[in-house]
């Protein structure tokens, strides 16, 4: 029973780990309030802009319309729920986070047609987590992480 408990604590804290790197409350700007605002030609655009976007709101909010049904499904641990139930299980276990969108640190972005990969970290700790996103009519839907799914082409160190 204890190594159930473990288990489980294990898997939720890999689960959390994203979600605790993003922060709480609405970040609907994209400005600070410590300073200017100032664009730069490192701002992400088209598809690259779009997978950030998902992600971002994805690990702020409990929104299962940015995962597919097939992630829900593998995140409930449980292959007999519905995408419905499991949708209800994630929004239900959501945690909210303690940091902000600007906390988040995006990296090893990789487009491969309609899927693409992305590495989600942060400066504030040393752990970063890959997620799969699959492009399904025209919107990038989350669709697996190194810690739940097997990503193709995804490298062990």
């Known amino acids: 029973m204890r190594n159930l408990r473990h288990l489980r604590r294990g898997l ?6 994203p979600l605790l ?3 709480c409350g609405d970040d609907e700007s994209s400005g600070g309030s410590d300073g200017p605002a100032t664009e730069t030609s490192d701002a992400p655009t088209g598809d690259e802009a779009a997978i950030q976007e998902t992600m971002t709101a994805f690990i702020l909010e409990p929104r299962c319309d940015l995962a597919t049904p097939d992630y ?4 409930s641990l449980d292959d007999e729920k519905t995408p419905a139930e499991a949708c209800e299980q994630w929004e239900s276990f959501f945690v909210e986070p303690s940091f902000d969108a600007d906390d988040i640190v995006y990296s090893n972005l990789e487009i491969n047609g309609d899927t693409a990969t992305i590495e989600v970290g942060s400066e504030l700790i040393n752990i970063t987590t890959l997620y799969q ?5 025209g ?3 989350v669709s697996g992480d190194d810690f739940n799914s097997e990503i193709p082409g995804e490298e062990t160190p």
């Open 12 to 17: 939720a804290a890999a689960l959390a780990v």
């Open 139 to 141: 919107t990038w839907l």
């Open 133 to 137: 996103l699959t492009k399904v009519d």
């Open 72 to 75: 829900l499904v593998v995140l």
């Open 21 to 23: 790197l993003a922060g």
